[in-house]
Structure formats: C-alpha cells, structure tokens
C-alpha cells in the first residue's frame, strides 16, 4: 500500500511557542547554559529579569526525533512513522517530532533544568460507519536533568472554530506524569458534527509543568487535514472521515478472472493516451464526477449506443465515464469487452468499492493502478 509523506519539520519549528515566566528562587544546583536557546526564550529571559523574576521556562520544537531508533511503528497498521514527516494514507496518518521543555535562571540564562521528549502522533479514520475518530499523541522524555525531571504534561486538541471547521472532543485524557524512557498516551476521540461536508485541522497544544514555577504550553505540529461527509452513494450509515490531502489508488489486475479483460484494456489505454490518464507515477490522477450529464456526455461520445456490440461483448471506455477526463474531452479509449467482466469492473466490488472504501467524492482525485 503506498502512503505519502509530508516533512514537518519546518512547519514544527515555526510552531506557535508560548513562554510562561515563573517567579521563586533558583536550585542550588544549575547548570550551564549547553544549549542554545530559541529567540523566543532569550526574550523570556530578558523580560523577566526587567521584571525582578527568577526564573522562566519555555518550550522548543526542535524539529526532528531523538529516538534510539530512526522510526517508530504506527499502532496504526501499515504506517511507519519517521522523525520529521507526517506519514499518511487515506485512513490513517502519524508523525514523530520533539519537544525542549526548559527551565532558565534569570538572569544568568543559565539551565536549571531540560527535558527532551519525543513526540508520536497518530489519527485513525473510521471511512465508511461514524464521522468520528481518534487522536492518540505520545510523549516519550529521551532524557531529563536538573528542575526539569518530574515533569507532568497535559495536552488539549484545538479543532477550528467556525462551523466549518469546529469538531467535538468527545474523550480527552487527563494530565500525566512523564518519566524517562517511558511513553504515555494521550488518547483523544474527535466527532464532525451534522451531515455536511466538512474539513477540520486539529491543533494539539501541550502545557508542561515542572516542580518550580508556572507551566509552560506550546503548539504541537498538525496531524493533518481530516474531512467528513455523509454524502448519499457513498454510505448508507453516518457518513465516514479521510485524509483528503492522500491521492488513493483503484487497483484491478490483468490476472483476475473476473475483470482481467477490463484490465488489459486499461492498461494498454494508460500506455497509448496522450498524457497517460491515471497511471500513477507517469501521468495526472483521474478526478471523479457525479455530474449526471457530464457522464451521460462521456459515455455518448466514448461508447456511442449506434456503435455495434459483438455477442456477448460490451463497450469499455477508458477514462472512466465517472470522471471529469472522461470520453468528453476527446481524449479516451475504447475497446469491445467481456460484458461481464465490463459491468464487475465498474460494480460494488471494484471502482464502485473503491470510490466508498476511499470517500472519492465530485472533483476527488484518484489513481488507477493496473498490475
């Protein structure tokens, strides 16, 4: 299966950091400053030694993972998630990035204290059965030092806020402690609300507070854009969520008994055409259509009624008449057919699946992969 990949690690850097200044005195035992500080932090710095504070903390989003290991494997099957990318499918996404959490003597700007996490995220879509879905965010520390070990996190999931884009936190989990080497879970459950269509971009926001001092809270990166709808045709139930962003694939193989003659043709078709509709790698996707009349229009002009059908065969056109690249365009193929095999390949276990499984809806792009 394949899966797209997103680098995030400059949309996390420019992640929105909030630095909360605390007030009290500094542990005996700070350390020297052995990191660099982001401009943000050296600001909270200099603002609360204007203002006679002792101390600050701040988050940094640095971007890429400091795992043992290079990847870490989706509880999502089939992803593997890598530092500094979103990975997604249609139905699926994770992504690995990592947090600073500091604690800074003022004014000396000495380190009293760091704590390096790990930060995996992962959403799981339900497409075909609910509008609902789930959010899961981990924090694993890599390492922790002075003020900054024992740590307790807690994180909200900020979900738009017109009625386009708002979702409902249906489940959200509580504030934890965080310990080195140690993952905990965070799992959140989302909900779109009505039956229109709509795009939401959940925003998780993370508040860490150490022993001494106020909390610090800072903006995770974007697991992606989630869309759902209800849309009749596609489901019978209370509509599903994807990834809209993911381009999916209507698979059909030329060995398959059931639809090999269709297959044949579209593969030869993807190999002749100008432009090579569809194919993946090679061409541009197909774009779906449920305009009535523009596939009415697409199938008169690629499979003519007047055109003679041969015992048993059909006419089979190539792009499908279900798509905006359609016979319409002047650009198509056409092949008489099995009219078994003809009518399975456009059936309820092939593209017509594929357009519910995926949630290819009008103007949705696709690829159709042949093997």
């Not at 259509?289 to 065969?313: E, F, H, M, V, Y």
């Not at 279900?322 to 008489?336: D, N, Q, V």
Request: proline share 5%; with cysteine; glycine share 10%.
């Amino acid at each position: 299966m394949s899966i797209a990949r997103q680098r995030i690690a400059a949309v996390i850097g420019a992640a929105g950091i909030t630095a909360a200044l605390v007030t009290g005195t500094a542990p005996a035992q700070a350390q020297s400053t052995a990191q660099a500080l982001s401009a943000t932090c050296h600001k909270a710095v200099q603002s609360a030694a204007a203002r006679g504070e002792h101390t600050v903390t701040c988050t940094q989003a640095t971007g890429t993972a400091t795992a043992a290991t290079p990847t870490a494997k989706s509880a999502a099957a089939g992803l593997t998630c890598r530092a500094g990318y979103l990975t997604y499918d249609r139905h699926k996404a994770c992504s690995v990035s990592s947090l600073r959490f500091d604690i800074i003597e003022v004014p000396s700007g000495k380190l009293l204290g760091t704590m390096n996490i790990r930060v995996t995220q992962r959403t799981t879509l339900a497409a075909r059965d609910s509008r609902t879905w789930k959010h899961t965010i981990g924090l694993y520390p890599t390492s922790a030092s002075g003020a900054a070990r024992g740590v307790i996190a807690s994180l909200k999931l900020n979900c738009g806020k017109s009625a386009k884009t708002k979702c409902t936190v249906t489940s959200a989990p509580g504030a934890k402690g965080l310990s080195v080497k140690k993952e905990s879970s965070f799992p959140f459950a989302l909900k779109s609300p009505g039956s229109n269509t709509l795009k939401h971009k959940e925003v998780p926001v993370v508040t860490l507070k150490a022993a001494v001092g106020s909390p610090a809270t800072g903006s995770l990166a974007s697991a992606g854009t989630v869309r759902c709808d209800s849309v009749k045709g596609i489901t019978t139930k209370a509509g599903g969520c994807v990834h809209p962003a993911y381009v999916p694939a209507f698979a059909m193989s030329r060995t398959d008994k059931n639809v090999k003659e269709a297959a044949q043709h579209i593969w030869d078709a993807q190999r002749k055409l100008k432009g090579h509709p569809g194919l993946p790698g090679v061409g541009k996707p197909l774009h779906r259509t449920t305009d009535k009349k523009l596939i009415s229009k697409n199938r008169g002009k690629a499979c003519p009624s007047s055109l003679p059908r041969p015992a048993g065969k059909s006419c089979d056109e190539y792009p499908f008449a279900s798509t905006k690249e359609g016979g319409a365009t002047g650009i198509f193929s056409r092949r008489m057919i099995n009219a078994s095999q003809n009518s399975t390949a456009g059936g309820s276990k092939y593209l017509l699946k594929a357009y519910k499984d995926n949630r290819i809806l009008n103007g949705d792009a696709f690829w159709v992969a042949i093997s």
